[in-house]
């Protein structure tokens, strides 16, 4: 019999005129709370009456606001995907409104400065200091200190940034652009890929329409044999979002301003001061370091993959021009590893099928974290596709031992969000006067569908993809603090990606890959000799996949650093892929406008992915190579890393963990063999 939650699901029955109107009701209140903190008098600014009123208020309101936001990348109604994104309108210029309210942050500065005068400040716990630290930390940041002229227009540009990046988001999201090809420029891409396409017949000939989702366009980088068709291919998708380069022309220059009113010589600045990395400069030595390490091991790669090509032009009859092009790399890198490790790619889909790998992965994390999924099948959703789970402590026998809520949408359909993330819809916190509220994740991802010939497969760049999003899922699950700025994956924005890098281990090693593969036919895991090949593959021409990842690193901060107002943003994109990636361009490309991740959270700060690889790696090799399915480490992970979430610094953080500060060796032992290089 299955144990009722202490704490009701959300539900997803909303019209578009609930959406803006609970949008509007919310933020109503909210203003009401924060005009009674406003007017009090300095001698009557406490903890209790200042902090702890404002810390509830962000809980409750982004309760409301997340859920209601969340419709405009999953939703299948135009008319709710909408409403969401005129209430995230909304609740985004009201949050700015409320971040440059002078009254209030008087009303914190007197507040700390009673605590302070009266000793009660070292009578708080550390998550209660915390909190002051912070809410001190953003009225500063936000200008609150400039005159009310300069605030003013701080105000503004900030409302005109906000707006320019949700319109940026909005294309992103619901891009449905389509590419042609025939069945003969196809040649190479998988039957039951091809299978997928939609199929018309033009004049005499079958055309296949390709959307730009990644179950359908990646498969031709990889596998379509005629570079002619990888080219074309490459260029759509580069060019899909052109829509957006304006917006993004508009958003740095905005952000530069905004940069230069608060003191700060770049926006790079501004944003990494509160992040591990401490400053933009750290953030770029830390690139050019690496990318000084990777040039030559890349330099090699390159020169192996170049020769494959002109073997193969030779073989095919195809002019060869001694380049190696951007729409070279995912083709030759995939035939590299099938030809030099006997290891093809689609046989080993023929072990993940999407249903069993699934719960494969849930039974994975379920064992090592001590927790329990059930399935609800009988509440609301936003969409038929999505999976809805209570989740529960492995022992639970009431409902003390209830969790959090967890939500599953993994297959692509017309304006979802287009690739994989995790949202936080609900964060975990205290109830002032008792009580808990219970988080609620949801994970969205885009694998491929069934085919008429074989179940829903997963590539293995897929399964690693799931299991890293799962990562952050359960951070926003396990995390347990007093305070909802504090949840989960709040935390320092180049330490968030850290335990879901360290995840991916799992999915290379032999013991766990035996346990989430099963043939969708024989029912099988995954041969010895699979599996020994997948482990050997997995940092085969690393050289050239990590320069990738850099290139998207470097174009970030270079915007994010540049102080003209006349650079051009797409030649300064294909020239960074060719100088940073080594691979050919060929027609500029204004790829810039599908970067979705430097306009939705992540400006200046895209470096993190790889900087918190270093912690991932050294995480790792500490604590779980050994034996990566020891639930004892799983507990030890979830103690000291999930629980506190952001109520403690990440470094804090990783040297309770590791019983020692964090360095570098095991990532570059990863990398290269051996530490250091």
């Known amino acids: 019999m299955q144990m009722i939650p202490p704490q009701p699901p959300p539900t997803w029955d909303h019209s578009p005129d609930d959406i803006i109107a609970l949008a509007k009701e919310i933020i109503d209140k909210d203003r009401v709370l924060r005009d009674g903190i406003g007017v009090l008098v300095p001698d009557n600014c406490t903890f209790e009456s200042v902090f702890l009123p404002l810390a509830g208020a962000e809980a409750h309101v982004e309760s409301i606001k997340e859920p209601l936001t969340f419709y405009k990348n999953v939703s299948a109604s135009k008319e709710l995907r909408d409403a969401a994104n005129v209430a995230e309108s909304l609740f985004s210029d009201y949050e700015i409104e409320s971040s440059m309210r002078v009254d209030v942050f008087r009303a914190k500065v007197a507040a700390e400065k009673n605590l302070k005068a009266s000793k009660r400040r070292e009578m708080l716990s550390a998550e209660e200091q915390r909190l002051v630290e912070m809410m001190i930390l953003d009225g500063t940041r936000a200008g609150l200190d400039l005159p009310e002229n300069t605030r003013v227009e701080l105000t503004g540009l900030k409302k005109e940034l906000s707006q320019i990046c949700l319109e940026f988001m909005k294309h992103f999201n619901e ?209 038929p596709d999505a999976q809805h789970f209570a989740v529960w402590k492995e022992d639970a026998s009431d409902n003390s031992g209830f969790i959090g809520y967890c939500y599953l949408d993994l297959y692509p359909r017309a304006a979802k969000f287009p690739h994989a993330g995790v949202w936080s819809l609900k964060s975990g916190h205290h109830i002032p006067g008792g009580g808990y509220s219970y988080p609620v994740t949801a994970m969205v991802a885009n694998v491929a569908k069934s085919t008429p010939g074989k179940p829903a497969l997963m590539r293995h760049e897929s399964v690693v993809t799931f299991f890293h999003e799962m990562g952050h899922a359960f951070h926003g699950l396990l995390s347990r603090t007093r ?50 090949k997948i482990a050997k593959s997995r940092f085969v021409n690393v050289g050239l996949f990590y320069l990738r990842q850099l290139f998207f690193s470097k174009f970030d901060l270079r915007v994010h650093t540049d102080l003209g107002e006349n650079t051009d943003y797409t030649s300064l994109w294909n020239s960074l892929i060719e100088s940073v990636s080594l691979l050919k361009t060929g027609k500029p490309c204004p790829g810039h406008g599908n970067f979705g991740h430097i306009m939705g959270g992540y400006d200046a700060g895209y470096y993190g992915y790889t900087y918190s690889l270093v912690f991932a790696m050294d995480m790792y090799a500490t604590v779980f190579k050994a034996d990566p399915l020891d639930p004892n480490c799983g507990k030890r992970y979830c103690d000291t890393i999930l629980c506190p979430g952001g109520s403690r610094d990440a470094l804090d953080l990783l040297t309770d963990f590791l019983g020692r500060p964090p360095n570098n060796e095991a990532f570059l032992e990863a990398l290269f063999g051996a530490a250091p290089v």
């Open 175 to 383: 891009e449905d652009g389509k590419i042609m090809f025939t069945a003969e420029e196809l040649k190479g891409v998988p039957d039951d890929v091809v299978s997928g396409y939609t199929k018309h017949a033009k004049g005499s000939v079958d055309v296949y329409y390709v959307t730009y989702k990644t179950p359908d366009i990646f498969p031709i980088f990889k596998f379509a044999e005629s570079p002619e068709t990888r080219r074309k291919a490459h260029e759509g998708y580069e060019s899909r979002l052109e829509v957006n380069t304006p917006l993004l022309d508009k958003a740095l220059y905005l952000r530069r301003r905004i940069a230069a009113i608060l003191g700060y010589k770049t926006w790079a600045d501004y944003v990494t001061e509160v992040k591990m990395v401490k400053s933009a400069k750290n953030a770029e030595d830390f690139l050019d370091d690496l990318e000084r390490k990777l040039q030559p091991v890349a330099t090699k790669e390159r020169t192996v993959l170049l020769a494959m090509k002109e073997a193969e032009h030779k073989q095919l009859g195809l002019p060869f021009d001694g380049e190696f092009y951007a729409w070279d790399y995912r083709y030759y890198d995939r035939k590299y590893v099938q030809q030099k490790l006997d290891l093809d790619s689609s046989l080993v889909a023929e072990y993940f099928p999407v249903a069993e790998v699934v719960q494969a992965i849930l039974k994975i994390y379920q064992d090592l974290l001590g927790v329990r999924f059930e399935e609800i099948t009988s509440d609301s959703r936003w969409h």
């Open 483 to 532: 305070f909802s700025r504090f949840h989960g994956t709040n935390v320092a924005w180049d330490f968030v990606e850290a335990p879901s890098k360290m995840l991916e281990n799992w999915c290379w090693e032999p013991k766990v890959l035996k346990k989430m593969s099963s043939h969708y036919k024989t029912k099988e895991p995954l041969p010895p000799e699979l599996v020994s």
